[in-house]
């Protein structure tokens, strides 16, 4: 995990425009890394959509952030309606926020506290046991736990586990 607070995160938003996230002060903020044509991160949609149902409620901020610099606004606006994701959508078309955190394939999710600091980083839960390999339900929602642990100001007990999905260093920048 990434050592020091994040302080201000710039990503461009649907219209290219460059934009600044800063997470100090939320409750909690989660990225989930994603893109159009992985199809584990699109299976996922459903927990996405529910996860971030349930835990802005809470009072936590939700971003898609898209990785492909190949894919355009329209083709991630229709994505976003396709797959139903009520979250905001952001682009990381030159990787410097993948970089930063880590972020190696998608989906993969970053929850950082409210004091700026990457609290987790990995799969959403273990229903993926490898690339090709899954399970009808998952036994463990690390994203959840993380979520509701760092919302109750204790430690997450996994602070990273190992995504399976789409490699983020295939795509090209």
Do not use: W
């Amino acid at each position: 995990l990434p050592e020091g607070p994040l302080d201000t995160i710039r990503l461009l938003d649907l219209e290219n425009r460059a934009i600044e996230i800063r997470p100090q002060g939320q409750r909690a903020t989660v990225f989930l890394f994603t893109r159009t044509d992985c199809p584990i991160s699109n299976r996922y949609a459903p927990t996405i959509q529910r996860l971030c149902d349930t835990f802005s409620l809470r009072g936590v901020v939700f971003y898609l952030v898209y990785v492909d610099p190949q894919q355009s606004a329209a083709d991630i606006a229709r994505h976003r309606q396709t797959y139903n994701y009520p979250c905001a959508a952001v682009r990381d078309l030159d990787h410097r926020f993948v970089d930063q955190v880590g972020a190696r394939v998608t989906p993969e999710a970053i929850v950082v506290d409210s004091k700026g600091r990457v609290v987790y980083r990995g799969r959403v839960d273990d229903r993926f046991v490898a690339f090709g390999k899954s399970r009808l339900f998952p036994t463990r929602e690390d994203l959840a736990l993380a979520l509701d642990a760092t919302l109750s100001g204790k430690a997450v007990e996994m602070p990273a586990t190992d995504a399976i999905g789409c490699f983020i260093a295939d795509l090209k920048r």
